[in-house]
């Protein structure tokens, strides 16, 4: 069983960069796929992006896609979210989940994911 503990949320101003980063403890991660969601406040939970075990796929969602990028160094059991040109519309809570997977696809289902960590906040704000 893994356990997933996000970080480097905070308050930033509109057009600022922030990285998240999830790691992993109890298992090594380079059995499981990753997806990065986010939940804002009276919305439903949003699939961000994804990547299979091996970084080799790699899912990002539309309104997102060439402002966030994920990427994974499983040498260190951390995924990371990178994100760029940050929006007020992007303020939620940002959380990873993990689904132990053989193959090298990824995931965009919330329900497809058996682990998740707690989130951390993130807040884009002028």
């Known amino acids: 069983q893994v356990h997933l503990v996000e970080s480097g949320g905070g308050l930033v101003r509109p057009g600022a960069s922030l990285s998240l980063s999830c790691i992993a403890s109890?298992?090594?991660?380079?059995?499981?796929?990753v997806g990065w969601f986010r939940q804002a406040p009276g919305k439903e939970r949003e699939i961000l992006a994804a990547v299979g075990w091996n970084g080799g796929t790699s899912y990002h969602a539309a309104p997102v896609k060439g402002r966030f990028e994920i990427s994974r160094d499983n040498s260190k059991n951390l995924v990371y979210l990178s994100m760029n040109s940050l929006k007020p519309e992007d303020t939620a809570v940002y959380s990873c989940?993990?689904?132990?997977?053989?193959?090298?696809?990824?995931?965009?289902?919330?329900?497809?994911?058996?682990?998740w960590g707690q989130g951390t906040q993130v807040t884009v704000s002028s």
């Open positions: 989940a993990a689904k132990r997977e053989d193959g090298v696809g990824y995931f965009v289902r919330e329900s497809s994911y058996d682990y």
């Open positions: 109890g298992d090594t991660l380079s059995k499981y796929a």
